[in-house]
């Protein structure tokens, strides 16, 4: 491997300025150590966009990072046919078998930031086509992990019966989503994809991993577990089923390998009889049978890699402080980690208001602050952990004025006000009493109302007299394109609006939520899941 030249360019990924911080832009030659051994020599060309390749760079991994880990990154979008680990430099090159996964998964992890342990991943295409690994010590293991995860490794003849389970939550006192059973079983290996469905008055699972070694690993270690002290006990055997056929990502079905399913708004068609029923009975974890499962929030599209963070169970429970009710899984972030570090803003155009309206779609904002002396960095402070995880989900990449937020988790546990008499050009702000949270409401209907950004918009408390030109004519006004509009046939309070883009729809959300539309109304305005 000495001596191979690596042409290192930045493909869609937020941050692509962070390449590699000591490194002045331009040509460079950089020796870097592959797990404190070889020396390994890259030549490389930063550019703003680079052409899509087989091979991913990536960056920012946990010192401890293990190749299973970098290679469950890869494996939802196809088989990964080869691994280089950069230990000394936190990197690693990821070569899938195809360009078009390789442009899946680098597409996918543009929009959702993957994280590991608590730490933001970055991930991106290389310019070198393909990997040529020696025989190094280092490169034998990270080869044995391939062939023990790969797919394309799986020996049948000890493979397990099927590589599909299927899960029976009995004595469900408590809600349990979609999400929540992909943090329990992601812990066994990659989630590729998840259906749940109510049957025989029984709440149900039908969960797929990419081999038959995973589920025989999670089938062994939580058959007859509670998913809480005392209840939601988890059964689990063998599907007849070799694969899932999932047509839609919502809240009851999810393909992780293919973020650009639609979310489906009809009941979808089932391919096999057996789940047929899935989406016939009232969902139960769409219920809140007690008062404080208040943060049951959809899905954020995240993938469930073993390692990797993803969306809490229900908050309500945390609130609840019941006797020993203990999380089977891990929590997304540790308790009390709620300030958020976002970099790469416009200082020209940010202020802490649109930070709080924006931010604000995911949770409540108690206070602001955008650093004196670094006006592209700001922090954000959300009430708690979980609201803080769905903002960074979903935020993470986005562009804002121009610019690529970049989202990390802060070591502050709060933000502090400014001393009295210090004055700070108005760039700390609280908002812990402010009339505009969505979610301070116990039960609040905002909380099944949260997506990801996009180009739609949701309109609503829109009085009688306010018609669509009038409308068009508001979101046109900051030089925004408005391609469509649609009053709800029922409700003419409401409506949907299409932006000319994300960032279009973005800027036009923190612009005219809370607007004045004149008779006492308000406008409310969130981020639709549909499209017109």
Do not use: W
Not at 162 to 188: G, H, M, W
Not at 393 to 404: D, M, T
Not at 475 to 480: E, L, P, Q, V, W
Request: aromatic fraction near 8%; hydrophobic fraction near 40%; include cysteine.
């Amino acid at each position: 491997m000495d001596g191979v030249h690596h042409d290192i360019t930045v493909g869609t990924k937020r941050g692509s300025d962070e390449l590699f911080s000591s490194v002045s832009n331009g040509p460079y030659i950089m020796s870097t150590t592959a797990n404190g051994n070889d020396s390994k020599k890259f030549k490389g060309d930063i550019r703003g966009l680079g052409s899509p390749s087989r091979v991913i760079h990536i960056r920012k991994l946990p010192n401890d990072i293990s190749e299973a880990e970098v290679i469950s990154l890869g494996l939802p979008f196809g088989d990964v046919t080869n691994l280089l680990m950069l230990k000394a430099k936190n990197q690693a090159f990821l070569e899938m078998n195809s360009e078009e996964a390789a442009q899946n998964m680098v597409g996918y992890y543009s929009t959702v930031m993957p994280i590991i342990r608590h730490h933001p991943v970055y991930v991106q295409f290389s310019n070198h086509k393909e990997l040529k690994t020696d025989n190094s010590p280092n490169q034998e293991r990270a080869q044995a992990a391939l062939r023990a995860l790969s797919t394309s490794h799986v020996d049948a003849a000890v493979a397990a019966p099927s590589s599909v389970l299927r899960v029976v939550v009995e004595n469900l006192v408590y809600p349990v989503t979609l999400d929540a059973l992909c943090q329990i079983f992601s812990k066994f290996g990659t989630v590729l994809r998840i259906i749940v469905f109510t049957k025989n008055s029984q709440f149900q699972a039908l969960l797929q991993y990419p081999d038959g070694a995973s589920a025989q690993a999670a089938k062994l270690s939580l058959d007859g577990q509670n998913i809480y002290n005392g209840c939601c006990t988890l059964r689990i055997s063998f599907s007849k089923l070799t694969t899932l056929n999932v047509k839609y990502n919502n809240e009851k079905s999810r393909d992780f390998t293919r973020p650009d399913l639609p979310s489906g708004d009809s009941q979808p068609a089932m391919e096999h009889p057996a789940m047929a029923t899935a989406f016939t009975a009232p969902g139960i974890i769409s219920a809140a049978p007690y008062a404080g499962a208040t943060h049951a929030f959809p899905p954020a599209f995240t993938l469930q890699p073993a390692g990797l963070t993803v969306p809490s169970l229900p908050g309500g429970l945390a609130s609840l402080s019941l006797p020993g009710a203990t999380r089977l899984g891990f929590p997304p972030l540790p308790a009390g980690v709620c300030v958020l570090l976002i970099s790469n803003l416009n200082p020209e155009r940010v202020t802490p208001h649109c930070l709080f309206i924006l931010f604000g779609v995911y949770g409540d904002v108690m206070r602001v602050k955008i650093l004196f002396n670094k006006k592209e960095n700001a922090l954000v402070q959300m009430s708690d952990s979980t609201q803080a995880q769905l903002a960074m989900s979903h935020l993470s990449g986005q562009q804002l004025y121009g610019k690529s937020l970049r989202i990390t988790l802060s070591k502050h546990t709060s933000v502090q006000l400014p001393r009295e008499g210090h004055e700070d050009q108005g760039l700390t702000k609280d908002y812990s009493n402010s009339p505009l949270h969505r979610f301070k409401k116990p039960g609040s209907k905002n909380y099944s109302n949260i997506f990801p950004p996009s180009a739609t918009l949701h309109l609503s408390n829109i009085p009688p007299s306010v018609v669509e030109e009038d409308l068009r004519m508001l979101f046109s006004s900051s030089g925004a394109t408005v391609k469509a509009f649609k009053f709800f046939q029922k409700d003419h309070k409401m409506a949907l609006i299409q932006m000319g883009s994300v960032e279009e729809a973005i800027e036009s959300l923190i612009e005219f939520h809370n607007h004045d539309l004149g008779e006492n109304h308000h406008l409310r305005v969130s981020f639709s899941k549909s499209s017109i």
